[in-house]
């Protein structure tokens, strides 16, 4: 999901009646049901710095499982196609922020843990594709993460439309479908063309726990946890990559480390619409490594975490130039 501050400007003239925040915890856990348990298929356009893309999107479920086909109507047919969050093939380079990255694990909507983090209303009501919705606004209590404003179809809980602004007010993203069927796609529908390329993701072989004590920091954002670890063989380098992917149950942020030595690298400080990505190289006892923190947080809380990273339980690690 995506996130943005409650901006009257943005609702285009709705009225917005702050409710208690039990309705908007309650309309969360319905999204969050909705998304698990309601197949559907529809159009749905994405903006991200003033550009648009549009997208097709067949998602369908049964006894539990979770299976999506996500195809790029602009340009090239560039597509994706995942199984329970896990993406399995790939067809070109999907804009990004459309698609998450393998092994994402799928947004649980915890009310009453994100209730911490933000300050959930309903704001009254709006028509997204032609669909009544409900407008919920989640305005972060911190300046570590964005907001969100959802519009949730009041027939089935999902999500029609969703916007993201900067603490500024800036509109950084927008998803909005334009056209929604909650028919169930068939099996054909959910077939990938013969371009997409399967994904392969090795674990890492250890859990999550371990991982964290070889790589940690020493800050985090409030909120925000360990949810998955993984590592791979970078094919030029032949050395392992790990990456561990951080959430507050709302927003998320992975952090890649791979180990340097000798090699030119630069350090980087970008941002794409709501995507910042961080790389600072950093000095271990266990040797130089280049630290890269990418995913929808501030730009400041990027460089912070990927400062505060350190290996083995060691002394923090010190930045090279």
Known sequence: MRAIPLVPLLLGGWLVLPVHADEAQDQLKRLAQAEQQQSFQ???????????????????????????????LDGSAQEVLRVDGVTQCVSGTLVAGVSNIPDSPAHAFDAAKLSAWYDMKVGGNSRVAGRPAVVVTLTPRDQHRYGIELHLDTQTGLPLKSLLLSDKGQLLERFQFTELDTDAPTD?????????KPVEVVKAKVDAQKQQVAWRSDWLP????LSSAAARKDPDSKSLVTSLMYDDGLARFSVFIEPVSGAAVTDIRTQLGPTVAVSRRLTTPKGDAMVTVVGEIPIG?????????????????????
């Open 222 to 225: 409030p909120g925000f946890e």
């Open 42 to 72: 529809g159009t749905f356009v994405y903006e991200r710095n003033g550009s648009f893309s549009t997208h097709r999107i067949w998602h369908r479920v049964v006894d539990g499982k979770v299976r999506e086909h996500l195809l790029q």
């Open 301 to 321: 809380t990027a460089e912070r975490i990927a400062l505060s990273m350190r290996n083995d339980g060691a002394a923090p690690a010190s930045t090279k130039k």
């Open 188 to 196: 054909q529908m959910l077939q990938p063309s013969a371009d997409c």
